[in-house]
């Protein structure tokens, strides 16, 4: 059974940085891509970035391109999502999300192709 558990959001200013982890447990980490999606109040999950297996390929929303980075440590089975330039309507539930098939190398922007979601956790941008 995959577990994901993500941590490091919270409430920052407008301009501000944060860094989310994702530790994975259950399956081996390093066969597997990995996402983060986010979903604010009345809005449906979205994509914000991915990486490969290998983390030799990532892919970002237009929204966040540039402000953004998605990284891996296969070591520690962890992915990780840097913010910065916060901006209020990034502010929502980020959720990091395991692909459901081993050793793909084309990265999805789609949910159907994760399988298995952290809980989420919490980030909110005040003006």
């Known amino acids: 059974q995959v577990q994901l558990v993500e941590s490091g959001g919270g409430l920052v200013q407008a301009g501000g940085s944060l860094r989310l982890s994702c530790t994975a447990s259950?399956?081996?980490?390093?066969?597997?891509?990995m996402g983060w999606f986010r979903q604010a109040p009345g809005k449906e999950r979205e994509f914000v970035a991915a990486?490969?297996?290998?983390?030799?390929?990532?892919d970002y929303a237009d929204s966040v391109k540039g402000r953004f980075t998605i990284s891996r440590d296969n070591a520690k089975n962890t992915v990780y999502l840097q913010l910065i330039s916060l901006k209020p309507e990034d502010t929502g539930a980020y959720y990091c999300?395991?692909?459901?098939?081993?050793?793909?190398?084309?990265?999805?922007?789609?949910?159907?192709?994760?399988?298995?979601w952290g809980q989420g956790t919490q980030v909110t941008v005040s003006s």
């Open positions: 999300a395991m692909r459901r098939t081993a050793y793909r190398t084309v990265i999805s922007r789609g949910p159907d192709e994760y399988d298995s």
């Open positions: 990486i490969s297996w290998s983390g030799s390929s990532k």
């Open positions: 259950g399956r081996t980490f390093t066969s597997y891509g």
